[in-house]
């Protein structure tokens, strides 16, 4: 399992590396338009519909978004989309978690898919808009979901348990604790001075999502990662919610080692548009 999962973090490192560094963002924005008809696929099929039904889905996705970065949004202010999808994800997350699988699986299965596309369509917006104003303020978007990840799976291996004395959402996903919340907040935290401190704005042209300190203020700004930081673990969430209202354990197979897409980019869904609205607010 390590060794695939290693072997597939290779590959896919060896396709996105040079998009992040290409000088014009369309290899990047269409390589994650792949990943994500990818996981409409998925998401149809997590959400009952047979394969011929969820290629259409997926197909749909895809053709939207393409839609909208011939048309030229990339290029202009979505301001109102990142209130709109903040707003949605804040209170739309908080509705289903507390819900349940049970409640989930009662949606009508169209409503679920549909909810899954416009999720995964506003995300490439997101990721792409993000690549076109700059690689920096991509890759910090990008590391602070990896280092929340990161921080709360080791913290939550080493301290799960200890301090809190119940879980985080036992009937979604027992294995996440509140030592994990906790410990993804101190990661990103991390970052975010870091990041500030090796100053590579002057190296990549265009500030980062760190850079936003300056116009917030410290306290606004450490309310602002902790902010991204439960969303990217309300992402998570969400996605091992639909997972379970499907009985299945992994999205897809077609990441060995991995899982599926979603299983990869569950915690960016709410996080990319919310980023967006921090930075351009």
Not at 34 to 57: I, K
Not at 183 to 206: K, M, R, T
Not at 264 to 281: F, K, N
């Amino acid at each position: 399992m390590l060794k695939q999962r290693v072997i597939t973090a290779l590959v896919l490192l060896a396709f996105f590396i040079p998009t992040f560094f290409y000088k014009e963002p369309e290899p990047f924005c269409a390589l994650v338009l792949l990943l994500v008809a990818a996981g409409a696929w998925e998401w149809a099929r997590l959400s009952g519909f047979g394969q011929t039904a969820s290629v259409v889905a997926a197909s749909v996705c895809a053709l939207a978004c393409l839609g909208i970065w011939w048309s030229g949004w990339l290029a202009q202010s979505l301001r109102g989309l990142w209130w709109a999808s903040g707003l949605a994800w804040v209170l739309g997350v908080a509705w289903v978690l507390h819900g349940g699988v049970s409640a989930w699986a009662k949606y009508d299965r169209r409503l679920r898919l549909l909810i899954g596309l416009l999720v995964l369509s506003i995300a490439w917006i997101a990721a792409a808009q993000a690549r076109v104003m700059g690689v920096n303020l991509l890759l910090s978007i990008l590391a602070l979901s990896w280092a929340a990840d990161i921080s709360a799976y080791f913290v939550g291996r080493a301290w799960g348990g200890r301090i809190f004395s119940s879980k985080l959402a036992p009937s979604i996903s027992p294995g996440k604790s509140w030592e994990g919340v906790v410990g993804g907040v101190l990661g990103v935290l991390i970052v975010a001075l870091f990041w500030q401190s090796i100053d590579i704005h002057w190296a990549l042209g265009v500030p980062s999502l760190y850079s936003r300190a300056e116009q917030w203020g410290a306290p606004g700004f450490v309310l602002a990662l902790v902010l991204l930081t439960a969303m990217s673990v309300a992402g998570d969430l969400m996605e091992s919610l639909v997972k379970r209202g499907a009985g299945a354990k992994d999205s897809s197979g077609l990441l060995p080692g991995h899982g599926g897409v979603l299983d990869r980019l569950d915690a960016l869904l709410p996080t990319l548009p919310l980023a967006m609205l921090i930075c351009t607010a």
